[in-house]
């Protein structure tokens, strides 16, 4: 058995869950309270877990018994009194259960010990992990496709800034720390699981080369578990980076993040006071935060996802804009698809840019590819793959950008993807605006195949059908009050 058919033996649980009256928001918490101590033994890391809460004491018990002992077992875990680990802390911090019958704790608890682990120990305790997570964001009804960014986009940013033994990485919108992870996975894969590298080097890989902040403890639970079971140890901490909690995230070689959407809460300002300019946008706050926690040497880089308006917004927009283009050297511009994140409609880009050694004057040009035009349809059915970055990454060029010269000709081919525009032509358009767009959407055509069309069609049906019942059960004995 390999680790997708654990995954989806794993989701299956979430039926009996459901019949509990566990949303599909929180089963994969629910399943990280089970699963941790399942893989701590696994591991054979049970040693900061109290004897009488290890996974073989746990599955030794039926019906009310386990119930009771359960909920005991969550409120204990989760107080340092109690268990004098940090992070077993953090994973159990204010834990409770949802589930009410005895008999689905049991259930649950007895197939998970049955499934196959010494293939999930042979594939990766976390690559099985973060399966699941990515199980729950492409199930619509999760709501958590919001949160998740695609692994195959993860890749490459990682791939293009190139992180390097030694540096100090950074993602101040952890989420489930899937950046860091692919970071550290990159460079594990250059040096044979760190093994190349000297006890003072494999060291700071574990504890200290990889950082982040997340602000929705139920996610940062599951960063730390995600952090756990990749063999990583480093600084993640749940709070707000726009707050003075975050001013600790300074002097990075690396940042990679996709921040949230949207405004704050109550469109009230950051609390932070070491942004230069003000707004209740946060994209427009991340992106402050990011390019002035990278170090001042002319190497530190950073890879940023951003919606469309970071690249347009007037005003304070366009002030931050500019001292972007300043502070740091916006090399890259990368124009993602629509269709790619779970919340439609969101149109998004990749920011590439490296600090510079001053303040001033460090973009003189900034090349813009094109994804988004002409593409071929996106969705749950037909997602990002590897091959869709392959012209990006063939022309990113990161060691020599001026071989990207050779790959574009404006007169040539005025409706290619790839295109270049210096911070004169920048500074002159209106806004300052880097919504940069030229290609010709008239070849533009649907080549999905009709099972596809057809899929996405029903797909959609289901959708609207489940809104009606689930409106119609609202409304249920409404008239009858009336």
């Not at 599951?222 to 063999?231: D, K, R, S, V």
């Not at 946008?281 to 001042?296: D, G, V």
């Not at 071989?403 to 290619?416: A, F, H, I, Q, S």
Request: proline share 3%; hydrophobic share 35%.
């Amino acid at each position: 058995m390999n680790n997708q058919e654990i995954v989806q033996k794993l989701w299956n649980e979430c039926n009996i869950l459901r019949d509990d009256g566990v949303s599909y928001q929180d089963y994969i918490t629910e399943l990280t309270y089970i699963l941790f101590l399942k893989m701590s033994k696994e591991q054979g890391e049970q040693d900061d877990i109290p004897e009488k809460y290890q996974w073989d004491n746990l599955v030794s018990k039926e019906g009310l018994e386990l119930s009771n002992f359960y909920r005991q077992l969550l409120l204990d875990l989760g107080n340092p009194e109690v268990v004098k680990s940090e992070r077993i802390n953090a994973i159990y911090a204010n834990a409770s259960t949802a589930i009410d019958e005895p008999a689905n704790l049991e259930k649950i608890i007895k197939d998970i010990d049955g499934l196959d682990w010494w293939s999930a120990r042979e594939e990766g305790l976390g690559d099985l992990y973060e399966g699941l997570m990515e199980k729950n964001a492409n199930e619509v009804k999760s709501g958590a496709g919001q949160y998740f960014t695609p692994r195959v986009l993860i890749n490459m940013m990682v791939k293009m800034t190139q992180p390097k033994i030694g540096d100090r990485c950074n993602d101040p919108a952890a989420g489930t720390f899937g950046f860091m992870v692919a970071a550290d996975q990159y460079l594990k894969d250059q040096t044979d699981d760190y093994s190349t590298l000297n006890t003072e080097q494999g060291e700071f890989q574990v504890h200290e080369a990889f950082s982040g902040m997340e602000l929705v403890p139920n996610t940062h639970r599951l960063a730390i578990m995600n952090e756990y079971l990749h063999g990583m140890d480093g600084r993640l901490e749940q709070g707000d980076s726009l707050s003075a909690n975050g001013k600790w995230m300074k002097n990075f070689d690396v940042v990679l993040t996709n921040p949230p959407f949207g405004t704050k809460k109550g469109g009230e300002r950051v609390t932070r006071d070491d942004l230069t300019y003000e707004t209740s946008n946060k994209q427009l706050n991340f992106l402050q935060i990011i390019y002035n926690s990278l170090k001042k040497d002319g190497k530190a880089r950073a890879a940023v996802v951003v919606p469309d308006n970071v690249l347009f917004a007037d005003g304070v927009g366009e002030a931050i804009r500019k001292d972007l283009l300043n502070k740091c050297n916006l090399h890259t511009i990368l124009r993602l698809p629509t269709g790619i994140f779970y919340a439609q409609g969101v149109q998004t880009n990749v920011l590439f840019f490296t600090r510079g050694e001053s303040d001033k004057d460090n973009t003189k040009e900034t090349w813009i590819y094109d994804m988004r035009h002409q593409m071929r349809s996106f969705g749950k059915r037909n997602p990002l793959n590897d091959k869709d970055f392959a012209g990006f990454e063939k022309l990113f060029c990161v060691d020599d950008r001026s071989k990207r010269k050779e790959t574009w000709d404006k007169e040539k081919n005025p409706n290619g993807r790839w295109r270049k525009f210096t911070i004169d032509e920048i500074l002159k358009r209106p806004n300052t605006s880097l919504d940069i767009s030229w290609m010709n959407d008239e070849e533009e055509h649907d080549d999905r195949s009709l099972k596809e069309i057809l899929d996405e069609m029903n797909d959609k049906s289901k959708a609207i059908r489940d809104a009606i019942a689930e409106l119609n059960k609202a409304l249920e004995g409404i008239d009858d009050e009336d």
